[in-house]
């Protein structure tokens, strides 16, 4: 099995729920990964699970919250978005070996009303 | 900080044509080069990577080679197919167990009968 399975694949959502996305992986991978793709934009960097343990949160704001329950599952509690929260939530993962390429998922498209 | 620059899109060919998109970049230390495609509505997939300097990446036709005296890593293709229509990312990846991957703004290849 060499796929990261992203689910919903897609979610629409207002601004007061709570939602969660969900990523799981069973390549044995060590680093996880969620990336935020606005459309023709690249993929900007949220957050890296190393070990199952955060160690990269690049400023994200708070009402995304990531979690790692085990080594091939990464979540990504969502709650009170704006709508500039609307885009595409990519999942990757890695071996965990320095310079190794990322497997990534094939995203959530979000939408915040 | 870490940056990657590629030529600007769109870039249209017709079928069978050269192809080049230039991706220069700036980081610390000796990063690891990538060149991602991201196909319309999925996620991102590994077209090819190099580690070292003077590394040639190869795949599906594509190369490009890691040129640390003009820190460039530009992709070429002898002739495009229609289905080689998407968007290229260049990325690079500084060491570490679980680094950060850093993005080019991405191009468009659009490929015409």
């Known amino acids: 099995d060499t796929e990261v399975t992203q689910t919903p694949k897609h979610l629409v959502m207002g601004m007061t729920n709570k939602k969660s996305l969900k990523c799981e992986q069973h390549?044995?991978?060590?680093?996880m990964y969620w990336y935020k793709q606005k459309a023709k934009k690249p993929p900007e960097l949220m957050f890296v699970?190393?070990?199952?343990?955060?160690?990269i949160n690049e400023s994200v704001p708070s009402r995304f919250s990531p979690e790692c329950p085990n080594s091939s599952l990464l979540n990504l509690h969502l709650h009170a978005l704006q709508p500039e929260d609307s885009a595409l939530y990519l999942c990757?993962?890695?071996?965990?070996?320095?310079?190794?390429?990322?497997?990534f998922g094939s995203g959530t498209q979000l939408s915040v009303l | 900080g870490d940056s990657v620059t590629q030529m600007e899109g769109p870039v249209t060919l017709s079928e069978e044509a050269f192809l080049t998109i230039n991706c220069t970049y700036t980081?610390?230390?000796?990063?690891?080069l990538f060149w991602y495609v991201q196909y319309p509505g999925e996620g991102l997939q590994l077209l090819l990577k190099?580690?070292?300097?003077?590394d040639k990446g190869s795949n599906k036709g594509f190369e490009a080679t890691y040129r640390k005296e003009t820190t460039s890593f530009h992709l070429e293709k002898g002739s495009v197919q229609v289905s080689d229509s998407a968007v290229y990312f260049c990325?690079?990846?500084?060491?570490?167990?679980?680094?950060?991957?850093?993005f080019g703004t991405g191009t468009r290849l659009q490929v015409t009968l």
């Open positions: 990757a993962s890695s071996p965990g070996q320095p310079g190794e390429k990322l497997f």
């Open positions: 390549m044995g991978h060590r680093a």
């Open positions: 699970y190393s070990y199952e343990k955060l160690s």
């Open positions: 980081a610390t230390g000796y990063p690891s």
């Open positions: 190099a580690t070292k300097a003077d």
């Open positions: 990325a690079l990846r500084t060491a570490g167990t679980a680094s950060k991957l850093t």
